[in-house]
Structures are given as structure tokens and as C-alpha cells.
């Protein structure tokens, strides 16, 4: 077999577990203006929501129109004026306002029908009006006059085209109860509308610039603690609305609106894309302090009891311990792991525990993603452990079984044939 026919088996099998977990699920997915630019994105977009449609996942898509609004109201001879960042949308802007939208959203829509037909789905979009929008009024002596912000959401009615099979679009057109047309921030839709129908997930599509530095994955008090010192304005604009939806939509995914992949590598492969937001799980991933010792022993002690860790001494685990992470929980030390630098090309993961209690919640693929951004991080290429009980894992974690011979040879003359360890190397 070809080896772009054995990956491509190969990912698929692995995307299976996936696949099972998000079926029947409901998906928020925010796309600003500058994505829309480019049609291929666009292409692409539909059809990995065709796909997702496929799989049993309902989406709700929400797009942004900045760049669009800009230049639409240059070409009319309208001057587009900000402040704190947001729109002022005044009446004369109105029509061109009205009239950009409707456009992006037939672009969409004619899109949207091609993948139709490449994917033989019967996979309808549908925009109404089910945000009802209030004036944002007048705020440090400005008035925002046609920006508007949310006053209510018809859930309900979002919730039943849902369950029809229809992509449920949201544009920054939304209406008031009197009938006005306001010009509403569709992140901010997003955000809140995941929150009223309790989608699964909300992935938003977001800029480099926004992504700056940004980790693999963020709990909320973690983000709290970025946006006091964020790397720049447009990041902390976008971690501020984001965080507003975390009390009921329990993962948020920050992808690159430039990686075309990003959105079906972020939901079917094990690595991800971009960033995760949880607040779903209590715990804290974070570098071990000699604080740390005790729990971690307590924790490894059986498993080098029954000969599946190698046995480490305190006064060891204490010289050690600025190569461990741990999983914090409720003050109780409930996974662990160790990085260890052998040469600059080479460095040897070890003592990956997780607590008998909390085993089976992906704790230990946790530590071992954050263990690998940190070699990544280094510029490390190769990882490599020993353990005696445990490949299979590692395997089912792109590990493969290798020959002591293809440790570092600082290692190799360390190996204990006594132990029979199985070697298991990874690429970065
Ligand atoms: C290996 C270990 C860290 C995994 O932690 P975890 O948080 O349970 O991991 P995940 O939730 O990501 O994965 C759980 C899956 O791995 C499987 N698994 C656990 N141990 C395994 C092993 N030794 N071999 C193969 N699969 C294993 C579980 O059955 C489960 O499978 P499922 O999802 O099909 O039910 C944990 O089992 C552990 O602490 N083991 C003892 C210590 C150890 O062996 N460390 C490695 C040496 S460095």
C-alpha cells in the first residue's frame, strides 16, 4: 500500500473516535469579514460544513463584515468613524449597510449550494430574524446612532431550524421591536447565542495578531489572567467576548482564519489547530513547584510499587522537579509528567501518571500535548521514552516502537536490560 494511502487510512480511523463524539451536537462557528475575502476560503468552509452536516453536527454560522462595510462605504463617498474600536453606523450609512450584507450573504449562499452538489447533501441555509437588537445609544458622549446591541435572542426559533438540518446564518443586520435596522457586532451574536441555545462549542475563527502567544489551551481563570497583560488590543477585545459566553458554552476554540484546515483539523485530529478555551474541566495544567513533591509522590508510589514507574527517591524528585508538570485539582495532585533534556535534538518524556480516580478523561493526553508544545517550544525534534507497560497508549498517540540503538547514546548507556523497557520515539 502507497504511504499517502496508509495516512490517509490512518487518519481516518483515528478521526472515528471523534466523529462518534461530536454527532447530534451543536456548533457555533463565528467567521469575520476578512475570511470572507478570499472565495476559496469560502468554498472550503462550505464544504467542511457540509461535512460536519453530514456527521450529525448543526451549525450556527455567524459572519462578521468589517473590511466589506469599509469599503463599501468608501466607494459611496461615506466616512466610516469609530469609537473604542466599534462602528458609529449612522442613517445615511444605512442603505449601503443593508445592501453589503445582502450581498455576502448571497455569495454565501450560491457557495454554499456548489457544495451542496458536490456532496450530494440537501443542506439549506437560512437568516431571519432572530436577534432583536436595542440602540447601544449614546456612551462617552458619542452616540452610536444605527449600532445597536443585543436585546434578545428567539432561541427557540434558532433551536428549530437547527433540528430541521439548516445551517443558521447570523449577519450584523438585526431589527429592533419597532422595526429599525441596527448594525450589531456578530462576534458578539456569537457569543451570546451559543450561550442561550447551550451549544457544545463555539469556534471562532480569529486573526495571527490575535493568536499571539497564545498556548494550546486555556481554562478561563487562565485567560483572566492573559487579558490583564494581553499582547495586544485586538487580542483583548477578542478574549473579552469570548470569555462572556464561557458560563454556558463549555469549550471555545480560537482557530486561524488563514489555515484553510483549521476548523476540521481542530474537531477530527487528536493535535487540534489554535486554541482551546474550556470551563468544563476544574482542574489546573501548570509547571510543578517543590510544593509539588509531596502530592506527586503519593501519587506515583503505587505505580512504582507495582513496577510500572521507575523508582524515584524525594531528594531525586526535588533536584528534578523543574522538569515536571502537574494536574492540579482541589489542591490534590491528580496527573503528572516530566521532560527531560538529553541533547538539543533529543529529550526523553517520563513519569506520565494520572491518578487510578481521574484515569480516562483524557488527563494524560492533556499532559502529553502540553509536554510536546514545550519540546516543540525548544525546538526539539525528537521525544522519545521508556516504559514498560504502557506503548500501546503511546502508540495510540503517534508514538513508534524503536531499538535502544536509536536512543541518545548519553541514554543508551543508561538502559536497563534488567528492565526490558520498550523504546517508543515520536517526531516533532
Ligand atoms: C497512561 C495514562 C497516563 C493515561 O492517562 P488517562 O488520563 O487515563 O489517558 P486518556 O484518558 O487520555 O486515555 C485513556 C485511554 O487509554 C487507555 N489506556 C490506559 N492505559 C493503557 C495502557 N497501558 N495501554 C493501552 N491503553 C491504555 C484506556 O483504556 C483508555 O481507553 P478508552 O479511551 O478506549 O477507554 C494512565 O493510564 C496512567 O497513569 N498509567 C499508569 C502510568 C503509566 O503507565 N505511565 C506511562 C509510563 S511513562
Known amino acids: 500500500m502507497k504511504q499517502s494511502e496508509l495516512d490517509f487510512i490512518n487518519t481516518l480511523r483515528q478521526s472515528s ?101 458536490q456532496q450530494g447533501t440537501e443542506l439549506t441555509m437560512v437568516s431571519g430574524n432572530w436577534v432583536i437588537a436595542q440602540p447601544k445609544g449614546v456612551v462617552d458622549g458619542i452616540d452610536f446612532q444605527h449600532t445597536g446591541k443585543l436585546r434578545k435572542i428567539r ?23 419597532t422595526g429599525e435596522v441596527f448594525n450589531l457586532n456578530t462576534l458578539e451574536q456569537a457569543c451570546e447565542v451559543a450561550s442561550a441555545i447551550k451549544a457544545d462549542k463555539l469556534m471562532v475563527y480569529a486573526s495571527n495578531q490575535q493568536l499571539t502567544g ?30 462572556n459566553a464561557n458560563s454556558h458554552v463549555k469549550r471555545i476554540h480560537l482557530i486561524n ?26 482542574h489546573q495544567l501548570r509547571a510543578a513547584t517543590i510544593e509539588d513533591v509531596g502530592g506527586i509522590l503519593s501519587m506515583i508510589e503505587p505505580l512504582e510499587q507495582s513496577g510500572i514507574l521507575v523508582k524515584r527517591s524525594r531528594e531525586r524528585l526535588e533536584l528534578e522537579i523543574d522538569n515536571f508538570i502537574v494536574i492540579e485539582r482541589d489542591q490534590l495532585i491528580i496527573g503528572c509528567a516530566a521532560l527531560y ?42 521525544l522519545f521514552l521508556l516504559t514498560t507497560h504502557t506503548h500501546h497508549w503511546f502508540i495510540e498517540h503517534g508514538f513508534t516502537l524503536a531499538e535502544v540503538e536509536v536512543l541518545p547514546e548519553e541514554k543508551q548507556s543508561l538502559y536497563n536490560f534488567q528492565r526490558q523497557s520498550k523504546v517508543l520515539v515520536k517526531n516533532l
Open 257 to 282: 482564519q488563514n489555515n484553510p484546515n483549521a476548523l476540521l483539523l481542530e474537531l477530527f485530529s487528536r493535535d487540534g489547530s489554535g486554541t482551546l478555551i474550556f470551563s468544563d474541566r476544574y
Open 17 to 117: 473516535h471523534y466523529i462518534e463524539q461530536h454527532r447530534g451536537k451543536t456548533f457555533v462557528i463565528y467567521i469575520p469579514g476578512e475570511f470572507s475575502r478570499s472565495e476559496n476560503a469560502l468554498i472550503e468552509l462550505s464544504q467542511d460544513i457540509g461535512l460536519m452536516h453530514n456527521l450529525g453536527i448543526k451549525v450556527v454560522l455567524a459572519m462578521g463584515a468589517s473590511p466589506q462595510l469599509d469599503e463599501a462605504f468608501a466607494d459611496a463617498g461615506l466616512s466610516s468613524s469609530f469609537h473604542k474600536k466599534l462602528r458609529i453606523t449612522a442613517t445615511e450609512h444605512l442603505s449601503v449597510f443593508q445592501q453589503t450584507i445582502g450581498l455576502l450573504r448571497s455569495q454565501l449562499e450560491a457557495v454554499f449550494s456548489r457544495a451542496n452538489r
Open 155 to 177: 432561541y427557540q426559533a434558532i433551536s428549530d431550524c437547527l433540528s430541521a438540518g439548516q445551517v443558521t446564518l447570523l449577519t450584523p443586520i438585526a431589527y429592533t421591536l
Open 214 to 243: 497564545l498556548p494550546k489551551q486555556l481554562s478561563v481563570p487562565q485567560v483572566k489572567q492573559i487579558m490583564l497583560r494581553p499582547v495586544n488590543s485586538e487580542q483583548q477585545v477578542m478574549l473579552e467576548q469570548v470569555t
Open 341 to 382: 533534556p538529553v541533547n538539543s535534538d533529543s529529550q526523553e518524556l517520563a513519569c506520565l501518571a494520572v491518578h487510578p480516580d481521574y484515569q480516562g478523561q483524557e488527563l494524560g493526553s492533556e499532559l502529553l500535548k502540553a509536554i510536546e508544545a514545550s519540546a516543540n517550544q525548544q525546538g526539539v525534534k525528537q
